[in-house]
């Protein structure tokens, strides 16, 4: 069994940075691609940022050069650093571990940018 647990959400002014953490647990062997999502409860759960086993990174066009996604993989953690962050990035914010044969999601951090 494979657990995912979170941290770094909370509420911050718009310009303002958080760091999110994600670290996995459990009977893992290997971790192939970690990344983050987000979602707004009206609207389907998007892609933030990904990072393979190798360090090759893709980003949502929306947090390019605002955002770094970073992983230990002595840690089995993920990070997302964010950086200038506008309203617009507030959501709950989802890490995802894709294993050998299946992936597993985190249960969600609440990250709130007032103006």
């Known amino acids: 069994q494979v657990q995912l647990v979170e941290s770094g959400g909370g509420l911050v002014q718009a310009g303002g940075s958080l760091r999110l953490s994600c670290a996995a647990s459990g009977s893992i062997s290997s971790i192939n691609v970690m990344g983050w999502y987000r979602q707004v409860s009206w609207k389907q759960r998007e892609l933030v940022a990904t990072?393979?086993?190798?360090?090759?990174?893709n980003y949502a066009d929306s947090v390019k050069g605002r955002f770094t996604i970073s992983r230990d993989n002595t840690k089995m953690t993920v990070y997302l650093q964010m950086n200038s962050l506008k309203p617009e990035d507030t959501a709950v914010y989802y890490c995802h571990c894709a294993f050998t044969g299946f992936g597993s999601w985190g249960q969600g951090t609440q990250v709130t940018v007032s103006s």
């Open positions: 990072i393979s086993s190798g360090g090759g990174t």
